[in-house]
């Protein structure tokens, strides 16, 4: 099941981009500032 079927909000941190890719949504951080 999905975070959408179970109407909850996933937050999940990583350094590898090929997990951060099965995101909806990417936000990313350098030096400790929203980049994009």
């Given amino acids: 099941r999905t975070s959408a079927e179970f109407r909850q909000t996933v937050v999940m941190i990583t350094?590898?981009?090929d997990i951060a890719r099965l995101a909806d949504?990417?936000?990313?951080?350098?030096?400790?500032k929203i980049v994009e």
């Fill in 15 to 17: 350094h590898n981009n």
């Fill in 25 to 32: 949504r990417i936000i990313r951080i350098e030096d400790g």
